[in-house]
């Protein structure tokens, strides 16, 4: 990849509901196989999560995959707990850090933007008043998912006005594009984006991720078990990314590092097993409940892989799985625990349309009828020892 000369550090910041300014300082150094993105927030570790998270989901979306660095991402001062428009900022000063942004003045940009879906690279419509316009009945504007408390009595259009005030004549404001809230008179300095592919005037890199959600049973004895979900979103990758290795091409930023490298050497084993699936992909792992025990989701994660990757046909309704192996490059399927417990919660849940994939162990002491039942409801059921062969 060619060498670009930026600098090891970038700062963006975002102006807070009450009025206070927020800046996010991105420092980048070689990584010596550490942690591709560090973050931290003072007294505020899940914050700090949360932007550990959102960065490496917005990096899923980028041109080329590049782990040779490492971006540490700080905050002078925490948000309140619902606030979200700061991670835009943060998004940014990663890229910016990283060479992957790079605004005319660096020193001078602010940013608006919150976003459920990073890995997609698409940004959710904020709350914006038009600027210089009549300010809109508040109960007339629908809140958002997750807002709802966000700007306490604090005006949005104030916030707005602040980062024009301390942007300078070189600076720049990148924000959510929405229809009704852009601003009636022109500003340059003004960039209003629904996706991060806009930045530089690419097309929304999303139609190119293909997501795929499968689901396993999630038995802790409890009045909670419940089919969790595991969504893998692949991205091809770009012939400059040909030396990076499987493992670092696979995220799952909800992850600790032991769980994630287990995650990483499964999805690793299981592509070997397709005999042309190492070395085509960027991937993102996420999960519904990650705080779970055991390896019993290891079957749902590589179906949703290969599903992803189109190596296997899609269910009319959901895939759900329970299985592990010792030995995934030879598409080996082995038995897991709690079978009775399972069986059950998937007997409870299961609706029309839904593949069940279950271990071939477990075919001998099925439930007398339990096949049977399956198909009453719609849903169809396989005991497999392989993958590959369904």
Same mark, same amino acid.
């Given at each position: ?12 910041? #975002?102006?807070?509901?009450?009025? !206070? ?30 932007? &550990?998270?959102?960065? +490496? ?5 980028? $041109? ?9 991402? #700080?905050? %002078? ?20 850090? +990283? ?11 602010? $940013?608006?933007?919150? =976003? %459920? ?60 594009? *929405? *229809? ?5 008179? *022109? ?15 690419? *097309? %929304? ?20 078990? /419940? ?13 400059? %990314?040909?030396?990076? =290795?499987?493992?670092?091409?696979? /995220? ?5 590092? #032991?769980?994630?490298?287990?995650? @990483? ?5 299981? @592509? ?38 189109? !190596? ?13 192996? /010792? ?20 007997? @409870? &849940?299961?609706?029309?349309?839904? +593949? ?6 477990? =075919? ?15 849903? =169809? ?10």
């Amino acid at each position: 990849m060619k060498q670009t000369a930026i600098s090891a550090n970038a700062v963006c910041r #975002s102006v807070l509901a009450d009025g !206070r300014v927020l800046t996010i300082t991105a420092s980048r150094r070689p990584r010596a196989n550490r942690a591709d993105v560090k973050c931290s927030v003072a007294a505020a570790p899940a914050l700090a999560q949360r932007m &550990q998270q959102v960065v +490496r989901m917005a990096r899923l979306t980028e $041109a080329v995959l590049d782990t040779r660095d490492q971006v540490v991402l #700080s905050m %002078d001062l925490a948000p309140a707990a619902l606030e979200r428009d700061w991670e835009l900022a943060a998004v940014l000063a990663d890229r910016m850090a +990283r060479g992957v942004y790079t605004p005319a003045d660096p020193a001078a940009v602010f $940013a608006f933007g919150s =976003s %459920d879906v990073w890995h997609l690279g698409r940004l959710r419509l904020a709350e914006w008043p038009a600027h210089g316009g009549a300010q809109p009945q508040r109960q007339q504007q629908p809140a958002l998912a997750g807002t709802a408390g966000m700007y306490g009595d604090a005006d949005p259009a104030d916030r707005y006005s602040r980062a024009l005030a301390l942007l300078g004549s070189g600076g720049v404001l990148v924000y959510s594009e *929405a *229809a009704a809230t852009l601003p009636h008179v *022109a500003d340059s300095r003004c960039f209003a984006i629904s996706h991060l592919g806009a930045l530089q005037g690419h *097309a %929304d890199q999303a139609d190119c991720v293909a997501s795929v959600r499968t689901w396993f049973p999630l038995y802790s004895g409890g009045l909670h078990d /419940s089919l969790a979900w595991v969504e893998v979103s692949v991205y091809p990758l770009d012939a400059a %990314d040909a030396t990076c =290795s499987e493992e670092d091409s696979i /995220s799952a930023p909800q992850l600790e590092p #032991s769980r994630l490298q287990a995650l @990483r050497q499964t999805l690793a084993a299981a @592509r070997h097993f397709d005999g042309h699936g190492l070395g085509r992909w960027r991937t993102l792992v996420r999960f519904g409940q990650p705080d779970f025990q055991g390896a019993s989701y290891e079957l749902a994660l590589v179906m949703a892989d290969r599903m992803a990757r189109g !190596r296997e046909f899609l269910p009319r309704g959901r895939l759900i799985a329970s299985g592990q192996s /010792s030995a995934w490059h030879a598409g080996q399927v082995e038995t897991v625990d709690g079978q009775q417990a399972k069986l059950e919660l998937i007997i @409870r &849940q299961a609706g029309a349309g839904d +593949r069940v994939l279950l271990p071939a162990d477990w =075919s001998a002491s099925l439930p007398a009828g339990y096949q049977a039942r399956l198909r009453q409801r719609g849903a =169809s059921l396989a005991c497999i020892s392989r993958i590959g062969m369904i």
